[in-house]
């Protein structure tokens, strides 16, 4: 069974950045393509960014370049570099094993992410 251990998250500033972290059980990571995902109080989970296991990247039109998701696929973690972070950034961000923008495994407890002054 896969599950998902995020960390990084916490409060920045407008204009700061983060560094989360994802690191995934099971032995099948290196074959999997990883997503990053967040999700607004109330809301649904939305897509952020994905990385196949060749290193090629698909990122959601709204970040603009901010965001860069990167792997290591040694120790099993996927990294989401979140920089000029803004207030509308304020979520809960989850990774997941991603099929078209979606996550399929059980979700994880995510690390919430705090933009404020």
């Known amino acids: 069974q896969v599950q998902f251990v995020e960390s990084g998250g916490g409060l920045v500033q407008p204009g700061g950045s983060l560094r989360l972290s994802c690191t995934v059980s099971g032995s099948l990571f290196s074959i999997y393509t990883m997503g990053w995902y967040r999700q607004f109080p109330g809301k649904q989970r939305e897509w952020v960014a994905r990385i196949t296991v060749g290193g090629s990247r698909n990122y959601a039109e709204f970040l603009k370049g901010r965001f860069t998701i990167s792997r290591d696929n040694g120790k099993k973690t996927v990294y989401l570099q979140m920089n000029s972070l803004t207030p509308e950034d304020t979520a809960v961000y989850y990774c997941?094993?991603?099929?078209?923008?979606?996550?399929?495994?059980?979700w994880g407890q995510g690390t919430q992410v705090t933009v404020s002054s």
């Open positions: 997941n094993i991603d099929v078209n923008n979606r996550g399929i495994e059980r």
